[in-house]
């Protein structure tokens, strides 16, 4: 089982969600609104200065569960459908999981996403 981590901008979160859904057996996902900033320091794009006076950028942070087999179709419909070319597009990141457990049903394993 992988986790398939994205922090993605905004405004490509319902193409993204469409994409994904469209793949055969996908999963679901949890979506949360984050703030940062990579390599470019938060000094293009909108904005926000906080309190401690560090410009942080909004993102979305996807979070998906699923079969290995289902990684590289997830990963390739995430980065086609969020790239826009410009900085702060996001970042995809792939990420072993030792265990899963549904709490209404208790199954355990692939089973269980």
Do not use: W
């Not at 990579?38 to 909108?46: D, L, N």
């Amino acid at each position: 089982m992988k986790e398939v981590k994205a922090i993605i901008q905004p405004f490509k979160l319902s193409a993204v969600t469409r994409a994904l859904q469209e793949i055969p057996g996908f999963p679901g996902m949890t979506v949360s609104d984050c703030m940062g900033f990579g390599k470019e320091k938060g000094k293009e794009g909108p904005h926000r200065v906080v309190e401690d006076l560090i410009d942080y950028i909004p993102k979305v942070r996807i979070e998906i569960m699923l079969k290995n087999e289902m990684v590289d179709t997830v990963v390739e419909a995430i980065t086609k459908t969020a790239h826009t070319g410009n900085p702060g597009d996001g970042k995809v990141f792939v990420y072993d999981i030792e265990k899963a457990v549904r709490i209404k049903t208790l199954e355990h394993g692939e089973e269980a996403i």
